[in-house]
């Protein structure tokens, strides 16, 4: 990446942080994606559970191998081959006694909001209660001004190329698969159906936010 937007990443890193701070929520920050990828494994203790869930940003840095090589690790995989749709439902729910939920967020605004949007909720879901603790892989290139741009987004950039990339897996018949962009739709097959808003931790340092300086999922 190139020398002064890693140091403007870096310095707007640095507020946001002390923003999540205030809000009862710890963070760090990495550089790359390499880095982010060892510090969050250096989270994560001998014994503990870790929920997967749908999250572009973990997928690609292969975190969820790592785990699952890893001795003493349980991995609630609900995506295992294999897997009946109800296997898979039942999985979810256990997640929510989880000890840990590492996933991302879809925004994260300049004062330390997390705004996501999720079809069935079992990303947002234990997001909002149930693992003990949240991990969250944010790249910067997710970073905005505020709930207005944050809401734009999703809208323009996240929700239609997770909808394109799922149409094959999912069987997806909506609007922006066809075109690239969002139409508020209301189609059978829609997959944005709950924007949630996190503006703080009930429990401080629940949820803990690796910022990474390089561009990282949608």
Same mark, same amino acid.
């Given at each position: ?98 000890? @840990?939920?590492?996933? +991302? ?8 909001? #997390? /705004?996501?949007? $999720? ?77 949630? @808003?996190?503006?703080? +931790? ?8 690796? #910022? /990474?300086?390089? $561009?990282?999922?949608?």
């Amino acid at each position: 990446m190139d020398a002064p937007i890693l140091a403007q990443r870096r310095k707007l890193a640095g507020q946001i942080m002390k923003q999540l701070g205030s809000r009862r929520m710890a963070s760090s920050y990495c550089d790359t994606a390499a880095q982010a990828r060892d510090e969050i494994l250096g989270r994560i203790p001998d014994g503990a559970s870790v929920l997967r869930c749908g999250s572009e940003s973990v997928v690609g840095l292969g975190l969820w191998e790592a785990l699952e090589s890893r001795p003493g690790v349980t991995v609630l995989n609900p995506y295992a081959p294999g897997l009946s749709p109800e296997q898979a439902f039942d999985i979810r729910r256990r997640g929510f006694l989880a000890d @840990v939920l590492l996933t +991302s967020t879809n925004a994260l605004t300049l004062d330390g909001r #997390l /705004v996501s949007l $999720d079809g069935s909720c079992t990303r947002v879901a234990p997001m909002l209660f149930g693992p003990r603790k949240v991990i969250l892989l944010v790249g910067m290139n997710k970073v905005v001004a505020d709930l207005e741009a944050a809401y734009a987004r999703v809208r323009t950039v996240a929700a239609p190329a997770n909808n394109i990339r799922l149409a094959g897996v999912m069987g997806l018949k909506n609007p922006c698969v066809e075109d690239g962009r969002c139409h508020n739709c209301r189609s059978e097959t829609k997959i944005c159906n709950a924007w949630t @808003v996190i503006e703080g +931790s009930s429990v401080k340092d629940r949820i803990h936010v690796v #910022l /990474v300086g390089e $561009d990282l999922g949608y």
